[in-house]
């Protein structure tokens, strides 16, 4: 049997086994609560392998093994940023937000925004910024699909791209959170999994352990060392790390979660996950430059690795190992962004007035709306993914780093310097990419800015009522211990 009959089989199995998950979810769901944080009722577990799935998008398994087979090893410094970042919202940020979802029962971070710097123009500012930010990446990880099914069966990438867009819309509009985070766990094991298990046969490939420090210095003298400047470098840290400090997409697996004590357990289990496929990826990208050191896009690195490398079966394994990375991303942003029409716009300023079941109704025809409407950028194939990938995610910490940190932290923060600092923070981190990115990342301007509009801002304006403050201020009673 050919490989792309193979993988055909392996992936069917893979599709079947995540339907029927988000079918039997469908079942679970009562209303939107349910759907939209799973009930608040997930375990560390379930929680950490949905975190570390959600990070781990097409960027992981396509982009940065490609950009471990250009540039060698140094790329791991973006890791350090994410684990940082997840430990900090584990064990710092996550109670304090989990007090507030109790006390308020919020279902998004735009319903964060508002009952803490007000309602109608903080909300929509977020919400709209977000949809932008996330249709960037949504395009992302449909060119990863894409890339995939074009090289495995021959077929121009579009059609992959479209096919995967198509299926996960499907599952997420049925299942929501619940089907989401059950899935995630799944999704998360055939990631690691498939990563470990391409490792020996990767460095068996490229020569075998003894002669890998030889193999990779005659590829390049800095490949197993520093290849980027550390301007690069620093990008690459701030510009992941701040984002998985702050990106809603994470941000609500802890909303989903059933208490504090859970959010510091499943922040390690994120961790543990992240380490294993981060490393193994680093491992698989170096070794094929070292087997095949002439690929036209970096970024089809592990197709062909899958392909040409591995036996069919184990192959099979690794592909659907990063269509589960990219199933297990869409889903979760679709969740963010769906719900910032719905919940967010639509029954929040729109139709207060409206009931549970309309709310759902306009909830999934927004998901379906914005799940499609990537795919035009996508066919536009703006960079390599993993690119791509970066500025979704310096838009994100760009955009509510500052309104996330100081608006939990700082009781002076307001409404003006909150929507301030929204618009500058995106603005100058989009405008730093319009002009070449000169000097720094735009993620290091854009939290700047953002940051000083906060403070500047905030501080030159009315203090914020305190029936704002005091939800998030206010005294933790015994009854909220955890």
């Not at 097409?58 to 060698?72: E, K, W």
Request: net charge positive; proline share 4%.
């Amino acid at each position: 049997m050919s490989f792309g009959g193979v993988f055909a089989i392996a992936f069917v199995i893979f599709i079947v086994v995540i339907c029927y998950e988000g079918v039997s979810s469908a079942r679970r769901n009562k209303g939107e609560r349910d759907f939209l944080v799973a009930g608040s009722r997930m375990g560390a577990w379930i929680g950490g392998a949905s975190i570390a799935a959600t990070q781990m998008s097409a960027g992981t398994f396509v982009g940065t093994l490609g950009i471990h087979y250009l540039t060698g090893s140094s790329f791991l410094a973006a890791t350090f940023g994410i684990w940082a970042a997840f430990l900090i919202v584990g064990f710092v940020i996550a109670p304090r937000l989990r007090r507030y979802i109790r006390r308020r029962g919020a279902l998004t971070f735009p319903d964060f925004i508002s009952d803490r710097f007000g309602p109608k123009a903080p909300r929509i500012v977020v919400s709209v910024l977000l949809i932008g930010a996330y249709t960037v990446f949504l395009s992302a990880q449909y060119q990863a699909g894409g890339v995939i099914f074009g090289t495995v069966f021959g077929i121009p990438f579009y059609w992959g791209s479209i096919a995967l867009m198509v299926l996960i819309v499907l599952y997420t509009v049925v299942g929501g959170m619940t089907a989401v985070m059950r899935t995630d766990l799944i999704q998360q094991v055939v990631m690691v999994g498939g990563v470990i298990i391409g490792v020996p046969f990767a460095i068996h490939n490229a020569g075998g352990l003894a002669n890998l420090g030889s193999s990779f210095a005659d590829v390049a003298p800095d490949f197993a060392g520093w290849h980027y400047g550390w301007a690069d470098l620093v990008g690459f840290l701030f510009g992941f790390g701040f984002a998985a400090l702050c990106a809603p997409v994470l941000l609500m697996r802890y909303y989903a979660m059933r208490d504090e004590q859970t959010c510091r357990r499943g922040a390690v289990v994120s961790v543990l996950f992240t380490m294993m496929t981060f490393g193994s990826v680093a491992i698989i990208g170096m070794c094929v430059r070292v087997i095949r050191p002439n690929l036209d896009n970096a970024d089809s690195a592990s197709s062909i690795f899958a392909m040409d490398i591995l036996p069919p079966v184990v192959g099979a394994v690794l592909l659907t190992a990063v269509l589960a990375a990219v199933l297990s991303t869409v889903d979760s942003v679709l969740l963010v962004i769906g719900p910032a029409v719905s919940h967010d716009i639509y029954a929040n300023l729109i139709r207060p007035e409206t009931d549970e079941r309309s709310r759902m109704k306009v909830n999934r025809a927004a998901t379906v709306v914005l799940g499609v409407l990537p795919i035009l950028l996508t066919f536009a194939q703006l960079s390599v993914v993993q690119f791509i990938v970066l500025a979704y995610a310096a838009l994100v910490g760009s955009t509510v780093f500052a309104p996330l940190i100081f608006g939990l932290f700082w009781r002076k923060a307001n409404r003006a310097g909150a929507v301030a600092s929204m618009i500058s923070g995106f603005s100058v981190c989009l405008f730093w990419y319009i002009i070449g990115q000169p000097v720094v990342a735009p993620v290091i301007p854009g939290i700047a800015v953002s940051v000083l509009a906060m403070l500047v801002v905030s501080v030159r304006t009315q203090r914020p009522e305190e029936g704002l403050l005091s939800v998030f201020f206010d005294p933790v009673a015994e009854s909220e211990r955890v």
